[in-house]
């Protein structure tokens, strides 16, 4: 086997798919790997991150110590690369960026998921805010400290570009070639667009797993949702006998293959009347060519709301948010007015960033280093930090 045909040929994709042959390349000019293509060497490097592995301790809606079976960032990340990748190869568009992008798309979550998003967002409104897709850009551009002759993971635009889903112009406006498409209103790769819709797909229907073995919603609530109840009915229809655990498994896995089935037959029908020449065409087109169709898309709508009311804001998940924001705000406050209360290695960079960037500086090192943390550590250190008999 060759160095040169070791990863899985070019000839196999779409034209209009990320290939590797005119890639945009890195900020950093690195030789070419060995028996792997140069997104399998952004996957292998974002899956060992040190932000990557802290995922595993990071929240999704149930803080992590409330219970082992519930999803946390790094199984949903997993989820999401496994709904991604069975979409891109139906569409025959680059599995491997498509698996780096969905790996690396929380990697700049806070602890405590979006409430402690929130938390350091508010903490940081005199400071330029705080955004987790923008944060997940910034640790595998600068936080990660690994490689001798560059800082951050040094991956290529694309999957950058897939990573940095969402950005305000103000902000893209620094960030180079990256930030054009949100000047311009251009759209990503066709790997990015679809990561994203695949990522609504893994946290809707897990979230509808996770909410009923939480006992924090039920079946007979959930059948006032159509997607639900049509898979529900079928699978009660098939096996009138199955235990209720292995029933709600059976609805959630169909729940997943309907709204893929309908992505990709969407998805498909679009590319073929747009019939883009390439990856540059797909940015040109002026709208997305990843989809679903306007029925699914509906019914997606109505199971996101009935999340919204119904589980993000029952009042078990909001004791939880409200002691986290808590947490975030209290940790940000007492390490913003006095640095010294940092670990060396955090005061060090915190004191490096505010030498050159003064006290917007020394919010957005102190940011980045409360949102590197994971639920747990987050706790011990409020502790450490306001507990005098510790």
């Known amino acids: 086997m060759s160095r040169d045909t070791a990863h899985t040929s070019s000839s196999t994709l779409a034209c209009y798919a990320a290939n590797i042959t005119t890639s945009r390349g890195r900020r950093f000019p690195e030789p070419a790997p060995a028996y792997r293509s140069e997104y399998q060497r952004d996957r292998d490097r974002i899956i060992h991150s040190a932000a990557f592995r802290r995922l595993e301790y990071k929240t999704q809606v149930f803080v992590n110590h409330e219970g082992d079976l519930f999803r946390t960032r790094l199984t949903h990340s997993i989820e999401v690369a496994q709904v991604a990748r069975s979409i891109a190869r139906a569409l025959r568009v680059n599995e491997d960026l498509t698996e780096g992008i969905a790996l690396a798309h929380d990697l700049g979550h806070t602890p405590f998921g979006h409430a402690g998003q929130d938390a350091l967002n508010a903490c940081m409104k005199e400071f330029g805010g705080f955004e987790h897709n923008l944060q997940s850009l910034r640790v595998v551009d600068e936080l990660e400290e690994r490689y001798a002759e560059f800082r951050g993971l040094n991956l290529t635009f694309e999957s950058r570009e897939g990573i940095l889903k969402h950005c305000s112009r103000k902000n893209a406006a620094a960030l180079g070639e990256l930030g054009q498409r949100f000047i311009r209103n251009s759209e990503p790769s066709l790997e990015a667009q679809l990561t994203n819709l695949a990522d609504e797909i893994a946290y809707n229907s897990h979230d509808v797993d996770d909410g009923l073995r939480s006992g924090l919603i039920d079946v007979d609530a959930l059948c006032a949702v159509a997607l639900f109840r049509e898979q529900y009915e079928i699978v009660r229809n098939k096996y009138p006998q199955l235990a209720p655990r292995r029933t709600i498994h059976e609805v959630v896995r169909r729940l997943i293959g309907c709204q893929v ?130």
Do not use: C, W
């Open 261 to 390: 089935i309908d992505l990709v037959e969407t998805s498909a029908a679009r590319l073929a009347d747009a019939a883009p020449a390439d990856i540059e065409a797909v940015r040109n087109h002026g709208a997305p060519l990843i989809g679903f169709s306007d029925s699914m898309r509906e019914k997606n709508l109505e199971l996101k709301r009935f999340l919204r009311t119904q589980l993000y804001r029952h009042y078990r998940v909001h004791r939880m948010t409200a002691k986290a924001a808590r947490t975030i705000t209290e940790l940000f406050g007492a390490f913003i007015d006095d640095p010294r209360l940092l670990p060396d290695d955090a005061y060090a960079q915190v004191s490096a960033l505010e030498q050159r960037e003064g006290m917007n500086g020394r919010a957005r090192a102190v940011a980045d280093y409360i949102a590197g943390m994971t639920d747990r550590y987050a706790i011990a250190e409020y502790e450490r930090t306001f507990n005098p008999g510790i």
